[in-house]
């Protein structure tokens, strides 16, 4: 069973930028697919952004595009979240996830089904 362990959060002023990475262990990221989601307190998890296994295809919601990248090294096992121009609306926790099956193309949010546990992020007015 995969392990992912999300890095990177903090508190930033709005206009401010964070990058988060998410790693794995006890198994590979190189054939799946990756995801960001993020849940603040008294709201559903929302999805963030997604990309294929080769690393070209990305997703991403509607309240961050334009504003995050999602990335991946799949030599390094990691997966990364770019966030620039960050506003308190961002503010929540974020966690990765695996797909559960092999994939070829970006994967859609019925495509994953488990999530580490993330890491916060505080964006201040």
């Known amino acids: 069973q995969v392990q992912l362990i999300e890095s990177g959060g903090g508190f930033v002023q709005a206009g401010g930028s964070l990058r988060l990475s998410c790693a794995a262990s006890g198994g590979t990221i190189s054939d799946y697919g990756m995801g960001w989601f993020r849940q603040a307190p008294g709201k559903e998890r929302e999805f963030v952004a997604a990309i294929g296994p080769g690393g070209t295809g990305t997703r991403y919601g509607d309240s961050v595009r334009g504003r995050f990248t999602i990335s991946r090294d799949n030599a390094k096992n990691t997966v990364y979240l770019q966030m620039n121009s960050l506003k308190p609306e961002d503010t929540a926790n974020y966690s990765c996830?695996?797909?559960?099956?092999?994939?070829?193309?970006?994967?859609?949010?019925?495509?994953?089904?488990?999530w580490g546990q993330g890491t916060q992020v505080t964006v201040s007015s």
């Open positions: 996830s695996r797909t559960r099956r092999r994939t070829i193309g970006i994967p859609t949010t019925a495509d994953f089904s488990s």
